[in-house]
């Protein structure tokens, strides 16, 4: 692997380790998941 993959690689995996740490979503289908979660509870509660 050339030294900017590897560098890539750590860049992702320390990126991923964060959001997980603070709790942020940043794969788009968790987003997308946790948005129709919340509108669905909501039109929920106006019935």
Same mark, same amino acid.
């Given at each position: 692997m050339s030294t900017n993959l590897l560098?890539?690689?750590?860049?992702r995996d320390l990126f991923e380790l964060e959001c997980?740490? @603070?709790n942020i979503l940043y794969k788009m289908e968790d987003i997308i998941d946790s948005y129709k979660n919340k @509108?669905?509870?909501?039109?929920?509660n106006w019935f």
């Open positions: 560098d890539l690689k750590k860049l997980n740490k @603070y @509108y669905e509870a909501c039109q929920l």
